[in-house]
């Protein structure tokens, strides 16, 4: 039941679309914790209601709610009150939490309602149910059974909710909140010691809830997933415990798993693909469409995220220590007195040429001290705040997306959970997260999948890696500094975020985050990378951590051919042969296990046939790279240290080993370089780097072959392979 005037209720819903419905939620909230009620008669006797200047004044009070601009709120009210109530005069109030440039009625006002006695129950009832758990804060929607079953039965509720998030680390799903209200409008009161009665309530609930979750398009094995979550729940902390055991007890139908085959699936413009890598991958390809996207597409887009990532992290590194180098020359703003002027204004405009520098020492000195004393970040730092912010180096959630880019792509045993939950230090202040040992430093963090025996997880880092971490540390010192003295425990955490300096610091969620800076990254790879705004979105929309992850392992095993090296790079304790079903259809595994067979075919032949002058007709190079492989086994070799110096076997050996090199003058390695040149030589349009090495190898090889009168028989190959060379059979392979 409304504890305010029908009159006031039917004007605001009548005009929603200028004040939302949350305020008269909070007109009622205050009624009833503070017992006072706005009145009929308060409308239409042309003074202002007591009522409305005690509400006003609340919202500048945190006791009842933490909003950073109150007077908003309070403008929005006014209008809503001058349209449907012309004839009440509303209360005045500032536009500004500068405390001291208040009235004196409106500050006693203020201080006067951090000083009332509320209703308690009617406080605990609006300060709603909220859990915070492994991730973000929980609200449960729990007023509907608080009204109907009474605060007991809630607190009971609540009670075994909070106790689930907490020793199970997990996030309870919306269905807590589906059986509140469903409870709250079941036919019959419940006796919730009736064993009967609650077994019946929840077996209905039970075909509620999935027939309801089908309906609205949600997947059966993510709905029995969910409800096995809340059953789990519910008996573990509050059926058979404050409520009674269930007869019959709570459904529990069989987890559906689904194969791998059907997992990341999905439909595109181009047809069905499977979207677990950066790139999309088409469940049935060709096998030129295969090599592209083998060799070319899943490489070269690990490539450019690697490259923005790379930039972005040395751009973030010169901007920190351009704010520390600034800070020494800029002047701090403050918290002014009323009247007083000391040419701040001027120093936070645009027209002000050192107003980074300003920004800078104001920072270094107050850090995000302005957030306990409630002030607006654009008093104190130059507009737009979120290019101040950027330009200062504080790290953003999408900032902090790269240097987490570049330590997932160089090691792909790092999951998006572990860096999201990596504690820095324990509770002690002792660093745990990053130690040093005799082979290097280490990245210790949490793999929760993995099990608790083997949850801990060491990755080695290598320099680059190294220096990213540092960086992370040093961006995130000012924040970790300011909620280790906030007592929040997040301070522990590797890598922390703020979206603004006008927002409080807070631990980073990969997952969560990296989704909401899509339009952020498109951005940034066209101005960092100079894409296109077509490839840059669709590159942005495509990418996660976890995709990254993928693509950087599948590389490892296109590289080396190899499943078990794929699964050490991924940090798995096993190999399992199923792994690559996640990420590549069949029809790509099966092309690239015969490649493999096909590559291992043509190195018997060409070893056979090295010196034979059919070597050509007996070997079909798929690529450029075979051939080079090829040729740099066989055709070169460095030349050996007893060779090098016959009368000093086993003394140091003093230059360059590798600047002279040994040739292998065969008929069918000379054959082969000549159709390499000829190929070149006739090239359409420009061929690879690699092609044209060999190009020049050969002519400047086989002259000097020439020139060898001592040998003979050097001058005898030369010319039966230049009668042998075929330029066509080579010349699909000099593009790339």
């Known amino acids: 039941m409304s504890a305010l005037p029908e009159s006031v209720v039917t004007s605001f819903q009548a005009q929603l679309k200028w004040v939302p419905e949350a305020d008269l939620l909070r007109l009622q909230c205050f009624s009833e914790v503070t017992g006072d009620r706005l009145k009929e008669g308060d409308l239409s006797s042309g003074r202002t ?24 709120a309070a403008l929005r009210l006014r209008h809503k009150f001058e349209k449907g109530f012309p004839t009440v005069s509303f209360p005045a109030f500032p536009s500004t939490n500068n405390r001291a ?30 859990v915070r758990g492994a991730g973000p804060v929980a609200n449960f929607r729990f007023w509907k059974f608080h009204l109907r079953y009474g605060e007991s039965r809630t607190d009971e509720l609540y009670a075994a909710i909070r106790e689930a998030v907490s020793l199970q680390r997990s996030t309870i799903g919306p269905e807590v909140s589906a059986f509140a209200d469903w409870m709250a409008t079941y036919p019959i009161d419940i006796d919730y010691q009736d064993p009967l009665q609650v077994g019946r309530a929840m077996s209905e609930f039970f075909h509620h809830y999935m027939q309801g979750g089908h309906e609205s398009g949600m997947r059966l094995a993510t709905l029995i997933g969910r409800w096995r979550q809340f059953e789990l729940s519910m008996r573990r902390h509050l059926l058979g415990h404050a409520w009674a055991l269930p007869f019959p007890a709570m459904p529990m139908p069989q987890q559906i798993k689904p194969t791998v085959e059907t997992l990341n699936l999905k439909i595109t413009v181009n047809g069905t693909v499977r979207q677990s890598l950066v790139t999309p991958i088409p469940l049935q390809v060709t096998d030129a469409e295969a090599k592209e996207l ?51 204004r001027h120093r936070l405009s645009g027209a002000c040429s050192d107003r980074l520098s300003h920004a800078a020492a104001t920072f270094e000195a107050g850090r995000f001290n302005h957030l306990k004393q409630r002030r607006p970040a654009a008093l104190l730092y130059p507009k737009p705040i979120a290019e101040t912010t950027w330009e200062l180096g504080i790290p953003t959630p999408g900032l902090l997306l790269a240097h987490g880019a570049v330590l997932v792509g160089k090691h792909p045993a790092i999951t998006p959970s572990f860096l999201g939950s990596l504690d820095l230090y324990d509770r002690d202040g002792q660093q745990i997260g990053l130690q040093e040992t005799d082979s290097g430093w280490y990245l210790i963090g949490m793999k929760r999948r993995k099990g608790a025996r083997l949850a801990q997880q060491q990755i080695l880092l290598d320099k680059e890696s190294f220096e990213v971490v540092r960086d992370v540390i040093a961006l995130t010192q000012p924040l970790r500094d300011w909620l280790r ?21 807070r631990d980073w ?11 952020w990254m498109a951005s940034r790879l066209s101005h960092t990378l100079a894409l296109s705004p077509g490839e840059a979105s669709d590159l942005a929309a495509r990418f996660s951590l976890k995709r990254l992850r993928s693509s950087a392992a599948l590389l490892v095993y296109l590289r080396t051919g190899s499943v078990q090296r794929m699964a050490e790079a991924l940090g798995h304790a096993q190999w399992e042969p199923r792994l690559l079903n996640h990420y590549l259809p069949k029809s790509l595994q099966e092309f690239f296990t015969e490649r493999w067979l096909r590559i291992f075919q043509t190195q018997i032949l060409v070893e056979a046939l090295k010196d034979s002058p059919h070597i050509l007709e007996a070997t079909s190079f798929e690529s450029m790279s075979d051939l080079d492989d090829f040729l740099e086994n066989h055709a070169l070799r460095s030349i050996p240290p007893h060779l090098e110096e016959p009368d000093g076997i086993g003394a140091e050996v003093t230059g360059d080993p590798a600047s002279r090199v040994v040739f292998c003058v065969e008929l069918g390695i000379l054959t082969l370089l000549l159709s390499l040149a000829g190929a ?21 090889l086989v002259p000097y072959l020439e020139t060898q009168t001592e040998r003979p028989e050097f001058r005898a190959i030369v010319a039966e392979a230049k009668q042998r060379a075929n330029p066509s059979c080579v010349a699909h392979l000099i593009y790339g």
């Open 49 to 72: 209601p007591e009522f409305l200047r005690d509400f006003v004044s609340a919202h500048y009070s945190p006791r009842f709610i933490e909003v950073g601009r109150p007077w908003v």
């Open 101 to 130: 440039s208040w009235p004196a009625d409106f500050a006693r006002s203020v201080d006067s309602f951090a000083l009332r006695q509320l209703v308690d129950d009617r406080v605990r009832f609006w300060r709603g149910w909220s």
């Open 294 to 344: 083998l060799f070319r597409d899943i490489e070269r887009e690990v490539d450019v995220v690697l490259a923005w990532a790379r930039v972005e992290v040395e751009q973030a590194r010169l901007r920190l220590e351009r704010r520390i180098r600034l800070a020494r020359t800029g002047i701090v703003s403050k918290r002014l007195a009323p009247g007083e002027s000391n040419g701040q």
């Open 485 to 505: 003295l906030e007592g929040d425990d997040s301070w522990r955490r590797l890598f922390l975020v703020t979206p603004g300096l006008g927002r409080a610091p």
């Open 509 to 519: 969620d990969p997952v969560k985050d990296g989704h909401l800076e899509q339009r």
């Open 680 to 700: 070149v030589r006739r090239a359409g349009h420009p061929p690879c780097g690699r092609a044209i090495r060999w190009a020049r190898i050969a002519e400047m």
